[in-house]
T-cell receptor, first 111, second 111 residues
Framework: GEDVEQSLFLSVREGDSSVINCTYTDSSSTYLYWYKQEPGAGLQLLTYIFSNMDMKQDQRLTVLLNKKDKHLSLRIADTQTGDSAIYFCAVLGGGGNKLTFGTGTQLKVEL | NAGVTQTPKFQVLKTGQSMTLQCAQDMNHEYMSWYRQDPGMGLRLIHYSVGAGITDQGEVPNGYNVSRSTTEDFPLRLLSAAPSQTSVYFC??????????FGPGTRLTVL
């Protein structure tokens, strides 16, 4: 089955850019997503990218997709303390029914 | 719209007890799913449904049953709870697999 991997922790200073990385194994994946989870809450969809796209920008968020390397990244510009959370990468398999999540990256924003 | 609602928010069970986690959505989504979230393991798919009367197993279905008699409701049943089922459970729904909305979660402890 699909395997999705992320690093566990990232620490940045307020105002810097954050880059969270994700790798996956299923080359037939159709949609790839980034979710944000704040403490004690459910997951909130931040953005997604379709597999025929290389880049998607949405305000402070930029998603880059390298299909050859099966690598997805999320860049947060001008990171704020409110961005501190766990960020999950998720990949929708070629069958279209199963969403596989990475382990999540905990982003800590320091003053 | 209330979105995706889950009850209860917290539950403590003894080993061997049974219970049902409730999930409801008011967005008329066909697709609904259940995940469990454990530290360092991301979210793992338990069961999912692509419409009323249709359910299928995810990555970790053992020990759990589901049914989908209506579009709105997708309960998750634990027939005989085990300590290994201590986790946070999330229900999600989505229209076209393009975006999934998550409920607030149920934190379950099995003693």
């Amino acid at each position: 089955g699909e395997d999705v991997e992320q690093s566990l922790f990232l620490s940045v200073r307020e105002g810097d850019s954050s880059v969270i990385n994700c790798t996956y194994t299923d080359s037939s994946s159709t949609y790839l997503y980034w979710y944000k989870q704040e403490p004690g809450a459910g997951l909130q969809l931040l953005t997604y990218i379709f597999s025929n796209m290389d880049m998607k920008q949405d305000q402070r968020l930029t998603v880059l997709l390298n299909k050859k390397d099966k690598h997805l990244s999320l860049r947060i510009a001008d990171t704020q303390t409110g961005d501190s959370a766990i960020y999950f990468c998720a990949v929708l398999g070629g069958g279209g029914n199963k969403l596989t999540f990475g382990t999540g990256t905990q982003l800590k924003v320091e003053l | 719209n209330a979105g995706v609602t889950q009850t209860p928010k917290f539950q403590v069970l003894k080993t061997g007890q049974s219970m049902t986690l409730q999930c409801a959505q008011d967005m008329n989504h066909e697709y609904m799913s259940w995940y469990r979230q454990d530290p360092g393991m991301g979210l793992r798919l338990i069961h999912y449904s692509v419409g009323a009367g249709i359910t299928d197993q995810g990555e970790v279905p053992n020990g759990y049953n589901v049914s989908r008699s209506t579009t709105e409701d997708f309960p998750l049943r634990l027939l005989s709870a085990a300590p290994s089922q201590t986790s946070v459970y999330f229900c999600a729904s989505g229209g076209n697999y393009n975006e999934q909305f998550f409920g607030p979660g149920t934190r379950l402890t099995v003693l």
